[in-house]
């Protein structure tokens, strides 16, 4: 009898696995919408296309939803093109339960940024104060936003305002200050008594007015609060007088020595490798994209056979594993190239590292895996957002 039972329970398990590869088989048009994917929303990172198609009586739906209105355009093109009749149930973004509030603005130090809407999901990135998001849909109380370096995450309800496009616009234009200390805090009043949040650098906030010490600035939620002029500069002034140079980036780097590593992390509280590497840039007007196998793909390569001669400070160091006949490229670190045999990364902590064998800081694991280098600086590259070209911030 036990038996028995076992080999019934076997064979409806075989059934139900024949019946969902059959359906799986059946699914329409997977390879159409495939085709699209591949081409308009390769790394799902920075681009949203969730979209199948259902069968129901003879009839094909397309379904899910998308941020690519061009992408979705093009899948309905190209079925109508081959004849396919179709229902559009495709949900574009941003969602029309937003109405027109599609714009946000991050209103605390950092905002921490998930894969999914919850809390215990994974730390995707970060986003520093007065950073500007588009927002795409709400569930619960987290939004689905993109940050300027086009990376999609979560972000609960307290970490940014809302606005509508003409808030957002003013706020866009309104003139502003940086904060560049590495740490810090606005004060209600002088005398700072009374902290009103703490800061981190790279916080981008209105001015209201000044005086010989302080800013008087306004945060994306009304709040005011007093900023010394010791730890900020205007925004303006910081970017039209300031040119992003190798001794500079150095220089900014070397001050976050021993900053706590995090995953996920983009501030200067705590950090992982690539948000590292993409905070010294951001303090230098360069906005890299978030990842490091991201980053590798930015840049003019200057070595893959570590001739570290060729390197110059400022220059990006790619590690992981090599493509093989099976197996991908896999990149999973990146520092940052600082002259004289050394590198600075992210790696339990913010340190400096040497390719020198007999140095006594020698990575000699790191060097093991080493890829490549690319150059940032100076390269004009559509994956590379220059903060003096665009009006991200102004």
């Not at 130090?109 to 215990?120: D, E, F, G, Y």
């Not at 056979?305 to 493509?323: C, R």
């Amino acid at each position: 009898m036990k038996y028995k039972s076992l080999n019934c329970l076997s064979l409806s398990v075989f059934l139900f696995l024949l019946a969902c590869k059959k359906d799986l088989k059946e699914a329409p048009l997977t390879e159409q919408i495939l085709a699209i994917k591949t081409q308009f929303a390769p790394d799902k990172r920075v681009a949203l296309f969730d979209v199948y198609a259902t069968q129901e009586k003879g009839i094909i739906f397309l379904k899910g939803e998308s941020n690519l209105t061009e992408a979705a355009a093009a899948l309905k093109e190209k079925l109508q093109r081959d004849k396919i009749s179709f229902v559009d149930s495709i949900q574009m973004l941003p969602s029309k339960e937003l109405e027109n509030l599609t714009n946000g603005v991050v209103t605390i130090s950092v905002a921490n940024l998930r894969s999914k809407p919850k809390h215990s999901a994974e730390l995707a990135t970060q986003a520093t104060l007065g950073t500007p998001v588009k927002v795409y849909k709400r569930e619960g109380e987290w939004y689905l936003i993109q940050t300027p370096d086009n990376y999609l995450s979560w972000v609960d309800a307290g970490g940014i305002i809302l606005c509508t496009k003409e808030r957002f616009l003013e706020w866009q234009s309104s003139p502003k200050i940086i904060y560049t200390k590495t740490f810090g805090q606005s004060f209600s009043t002088e005398d700072k008594t009374q902290i009103v949040s703490d800061l981190v650098a790279g916080c981008i906030l209105e001015i209201l007015e000044e005086d010989d010490n302080f800013y008087k600035i306004r945060y994306p939620d009304e709040r005011i609060a007093m900023v010394p002029k010791a730890a900020a500069d205007d925004y303006t002034s910081w970017l039209n007088n300031f040119k992003p140079n190798s001794d500079a980036l150095v220089e900014r780097a070397k001050t976050l020595v021993g900053v706590p590593y995090l995953w996920g992390g983009t501030s200067t509280k705590a950090m992982d490798c690539s948000g590292f590497t993409k905070t010294i840039y951001f303090l230098n007007g360069i906005i890299l994209p978030r990842d490091a196998s991201q980053q590798v793909h930015t840049g003019n390569l200057v070595d893959e056979d570590k001739n570290f001669k060729n390197l110059e400070k400022g220059d990006l160091l790619f590690f992981g594993q090599p493509a093989t006949k099976t197996n991908k490229e896999k990149v999973v670190h990146v520092g940052m190239w600082i002259g004289n045999d050394e590198y600075i990364h992210a790696s339990g902590q913010v340190r400096i590292s040497s390719v020198n064998p007999n140095a006594v800081n020698f990575d000699e694991y790191n060097l093991n895996r080493y890829l490549r280098s690319k150059r940032i600086l100076k390269v004009q590259d559509k994956n590379l957002v220059r903060l003096t070209q665009n009006q991200i911030f102004r």
